[in-house]
């Protein structure tokens, strides 16, 4: 066994706003098995199926998924009484893969996954009648059937490869985690599925799950370096682990321009509040399709729009608004991340009151309003004083 030719893991870039998993894991439960008594996730609540990931670049939305999988399964043994619930690959992939040659990061998936959420496989099949994945059929997504039901993590955290008991102790409480190995020192990896631990050739290891035969394997630890089991040294990074029963299954609703208008058409009271001279595209969150979905689908709506200085939220309201001041150049879809939210009361906005929406984000990026916020209050002083 060597490492795979397909490498579809990035390296995850350092990022302190990561959540860790030693912060919430607590002392190691009463009854987890020790290295020498050996878990197996799938021996105690059943197997995966056995799939390969044939020429894509998916691993980290196969591996992720698996580790998904397993959590909802326990989940719905415990609260619903059902069977499987198999997320799709392809769903997560095909939103997360980095162009031009593919792949992707761990980190962007369980973002998605708490973000957005992803779809069950039956609406977006990863295999349809058992043909081998491609990378082309990995990214591919215009077949997604109607009324698509998925499921978000409310919670997910962060590894270090150095603390094998917080490795183990997710796999034991979290039903296994996700996690990759790399080339010693290289960028790129292989992400997989940890489903257990023990001792292995007489050393402590990890037992995984690959997308690759034999779909069993392990991973062993040796003067606190990690080799594959034919003694291939590796690093392992990007190890990362969602709380388990902390799941929302919910159908998403596509929002329409017309369906905006229409909502916007209705608050008379709130266009009142506004001049009409702020030219300000308008969109209604319902929870389940994000600012940056609504931008990319209206792409051509915010290039005629120009650029935009910011994203308000009218206070007590699912409205949001791209401002899109005219003296600014023709806008980026991409720039919409890190975007600032402002929040404005209908009742202040003539004396261009301006309140921070505190724990608002835009999909995978934390708010640093601070920053700017005299340059708004000078903005929106301007505009509300014409």
């Given at each position: 066994m060597t490492i795979p030719r397909q490498l579809g893991c990035r390296r995850d870039p350092v990022d302190t706003r990561d959540k860790q998993y030693t912060d919430v894991m607590g002392a190691m439960p009463v009854?987890?098995?020790?290295?020498?008594?050996?878990?197996?996730?799938?021996?105690?609540f059943g197997a995966l199926p056995d799939n390969s990931q044939g020429s894509a670049y998916d691993c980290v939305a196969e591996g992720g998924t698996e580790d998904l999988n397993m959590t909802i399964k326990v989940f719905c043994l415990s609260?619903?009484?059902?069977?499987?619930?198999?997320?799709?690959?392809?769903?997560?992939?095909?939103?997360?893969?980095?162009?031009?040659?593919?792949?992707?990061?761990?980190?962007?998936?369980?973002?998605?996954?708490?973000?957005?959420?992803?779809?069950?496989?039956?609406?977006l099949p990863t295999r349809p009648n058992g043909q081998p994945l491609t990378e082309?059929?990995?990214?591919?997504?215009?077949?997604?059937?109607?009324?698509?039901?998925?499921?978000?993590?409310?919670?997910?955290?962060?590894?270090?490869?150095?603390?094998?008991?917080?490795?183990?102790?997710?796999?034991?409480?979290?039903?296994?985690?996700?996690?990759?190995?790399?080339?010693?020192?290289?960028?790129?990896?292989?992400?997989?599925?940890?489903?257990?631990?023990?001792?292995?050739?007489?050393?402590?290891?990890?037992?995984?799950?690959?997308?690759?035969?034999?779909?069993?394997?392990?991973?062993?630890?040796k003067d606190n370096n990690y080799y594959l089991q034919d003694g291939t040294a590796i690093d392992l990074?990007?190890?990362?682990?969602?709380?388990?029963?902390?799941?929302?299954?919910?159908?998403?609703?596509?929002?329409?321009?017309?369906?905006?208008?229409?909502?916007?058409?209705?608050?008379?009271?709130?266009?009142?509040?506004?001049?009409?001279?702020?030219?300000?595209?308008?969109?209604?969150?319902?929870?389940?399709?994000?600012?940056?979905d609504w931008a990319r689908d209206h792409y051509d709506e915010l290039l005629e729009a120009q650029d935009f200085s910011g994203i308000v939220k009218i206070k007590g309201t699912n409205f949001y608004f791209y401002v899109a001041p005219e003296s600014k150049p023709v806008c980026s879809v991409q720039e919409l991340e890190g975007k600032e939210i402002t929040e404005i009361d209908p009742s202040e906005a003539p004396d261009y009151g301006i309140n921070l929406l505190d724990g608002r984000h835009l999909d995978f990026v934390e708010l640093t309003l601070i920053e700017t916020l005299w340059n708004y209050l000078k903005l929106f002083f301007n505009w509300f004083s014409r």
């Open positions: 009854g987890m098995p020790s290295f020498k008594e050996g878990y197996d996730v799938e021996e105690r609260v619903r009484k059902d069977d499987w619930v198999f997320l799709s690959p392809r769903d997560a992939y095909s939103q997360i893969y980095i162009k031009p040659n593919g792949a992707a990061s761990p980190r962007d998936f369980y973002k998605l996954a708490n973000k957005v959420g992803v779809c069950e496989d039956r609406f082309t059929f990995a990214r591919k997504r215009d077949d997604l059937l109607p009324n698509p039901i998925y499921w978000k993590i409310r919670s997910y955290y962060s590894i270090s490869s150095t603390n094998i008991q917080a490795i183990t102790q997710a796999i034991f409480s979290n039903h296994g985690c996700g996690g990759a190995y790399f080339p010693t020192g290289g960028a790129m990896g292989h992400f997989i599925f940890f489903r257990g631990y023990g001792m292995h050739n007489g050393r402590m290891a990890l037992k995984y799950r690959d997308t690759y035969e034999p779909f069993t394997k392990w991973i062993y630890l990074a990007g190890i990362w682990t969602c709380e388990a029963g902390d799941w929302k299954p919910y159908q998403k609703k596509e929002v329409t321009t017309d369906m905006v208008r229409k909502c916007w058409q209705k608050r008379k009271d709130l266009r009142d509040a506004f001049p009409a001279s702020l030219n300000l595209i308008c969109y209604y969150d319902n929870s389940s399709y994000s600012i940056y």
